[in-house]
Nanobody
Framework: QVQLVESGGGLVAAGGSLRLSCAAS????????MGWYRQAPGKQRELVAR???????NSVDSVKGRFTISLDNAKNTVNLQMNSLTPEDTAVYYC????????????????WGQGTQVTVSS
């Protein structure tokens, strides 16, 4: 079993900051990558930012320069520092991780957290 537990969401005024964290636990041999997606009401889920175990990152254009993703490999934790938030950032944010569970098998599987609400007031 693998669990992803998110924390750090909440309500913030426009221009403010929030830091999201997601910790993976359970039967984990290695984590290839972790990332954050978000889904606003009436919209499709979209990638926000992603980081590989080697530190390669990518993010959606709308958050470049404002959001920073980081990975603590030792703690199996991914963080998303969100600055200069706008009402357009309001969404449920989901953590995911591509995990290899067993040294005997090369397969990786994608796991999702339960989501955390981020609301930015204007």
């Amino acid at each position: 079993q693998v669990q992803l537990v998110e924390s750090g969401g909440g309500l913030v005024a426009a221009g403010g900051s929030l830091r999201l964290s997601c910790a993976a636990s359970g039967t984990i041999f290695s984590i290839n990558a972790m990332g954050w997606y978000r889904q606003a009401p009436g919209k499709q889920r979209e990638l926000v930012a992603r980081i590989t175990s080697g530190g390669t990152t990518n993010s959606v254009d709308s958050v470049k320069g404002r959001f920073t993703i980081s990975l603590d490999n030792a703690k199996n934790t991914v963080n998303l520092q969100m600055n200069s938030l706008t009402p357009e950032d309001t969404a449920v944010y989901y953590c995911n991780a591509d995990i290899r569970r067993d040294i005997r098998f090369p397969n990786t599987y994608r796991y999702w957290g339960q989501g955390t609400q981020v609301t930015v007031s204007s």
